[in-house]
């Protein structure tokens, strides 16, 4: 999955520290991200590119995490405009790229610092103001946290939970395809949980919403961290209890079908989606 890095190691704790010259800078406009791409390949901005033409934006960075020993920052409220507005300008070879070109590009560990970093970057510019009072926020020295020095109001990084369920019929599981959206390849039943409920109980009713299907024999499989829709999916294999006739939800889903193992398309080696379905190919999920 996008975020299995291999022998790299990423380091997302908060830590106040200033950037060096051979820290990345993440550089977002909107929902796209900076980047200088060579076919596959992908690298960021430097810091010094950075200060060697913008000066005055020295000592401004926000530190963001690290993978390994390399430090990653972005620039933030005025200072993170000012880049993004003259970048083009400036940085020869590179392009603004929507997050969806992280799902291939190389090497992994680049990708998943791109997304990570715009959905921290996204945060950051929805959060200058506080919703209680309307005082600018200010950021902690001691973690990832922004707070109202005006009423104590404080604000976290945005991560919804949300669930992907394999459903299972004897030997085949239910494929979808969502409705009105640009991705058209086969999906699992997915959704967000709802306040008030438990993960399982989001598995139930996701399934019955979408499909009118009843289940059983809930399992936890495995969770991945989504930057794309600033979600963390837990994902869980279930048996049909009872009635397997699919009662489709068009408003949600433009396709729900059974397929047997043969069927089921290949990991992608990006999503949770995809790397269950090839545990359902391979393992024969409750078999």
Known sequence: MIQDLGTHRFHNEYCETAADGESRVICCRGREIFVNC??????FLTYAQVISCFPELAG?????FSIDEVTYF???GQPGEFLSERADDVFQGFSWEKPERMRTALPREMAFAGVTGMQLSSWYKSRRYCPCCGSALEHSTKER???C????????PKICPAVIVGVIHKDKILLTKYAGRAYTKYALIAGFTEIGESIEDTVRREVM??????????????SQPWSFSDTLLMG???EVDGDDTIRLDETELSVAEWHVAQEVPEDDGV??????MRVFREKMIFR
């Open 74 to 76: 972005l620039f933030r």
């Open 38 to 43: 060579k076919e596959d390949r992908i690298s």
């Open 149 to 156: 020095p005006n009423c104590g109001q404080v604000e976290y």
């Open 60 to 64: 401004k960075e926000t530190y963001l």
């Open 209 to 222: 919403e979408e499909v009118g299907l009843r289940v059983k024999n809930i399992r936890y499989y495995k």
């Open 145 to 147: 946290m922004l707070y």
């Open 236 to 238: 869980f294999f279930c």
């Open 271 to 276: 999503s949770l989606t995809r790397e269950m």
